[in-house]
């Protein structure tokens, strides 16, 4: 007994049960797991609101089936403005006839996925968003 007494760590602290250790772990996992949640649903309001605070994108949503043909004939042409173009298309695609006029225009799905599986990383994210941003709508007319 008298070494437990030198050695600090072996010994048992008063107040420490295995029933107040398993409390204190499951809260602290409780922690852990609201702090995920929260941390995931921070990233998607961010990801909504970035195409919002970017004004490097400028394309008017108003006449957005002429703009998704535009985009769309842009994309087919690789360069360096990819990135750019899949950031308007994403964001005409909010637009329920530009939806429909993307839809219906040849190949586009196919170079949509074409995209996402490419080898730049900023070009795949881009396409998803767009693929994403594709069956949003206000009302049920896809």
Request: glycine share 4%; charged share 35%.
């Amino acid at each position: 007994m008298w070494r437990l007494n030198k050695v600090r760590h072996k010994a048992g602290r008063p107040g420490d049960s295995v029933e107040e250790l398993k409390l204190k772990r499951r809260e602290h996992e409780k922690a852990l797991r609201q702090a995920r949640r929260d941390r995931q649903l921070v990233s998607k309001r961010l990801l909504l609101n970035d195409d919002e605070d970017q004004s490097e994108v400028t394309m008017d949503t108003n006449s957005g089936e002429q703009d998704v043909v535009a985009v769309l004939q842009k994309l087919h042409h690789s360069g360096p403005e990819r990135d750019t173009h899949l950031k308007a298309l994403s964001k005409a695609l909010r637009d329920p006839s530009a939806q429909l006029t993307f839809i219906k225009q040849e190949n586009s799905m196919h170079l949509l996925v074409g995209l996402l599986t490419g080898y730049d990383a900023t070009c795949r994210l881009q396409a998803v968003r767009c693929l994403h941003d594709l069956p949003y709508k206000e009302k049920n007319r896809i």
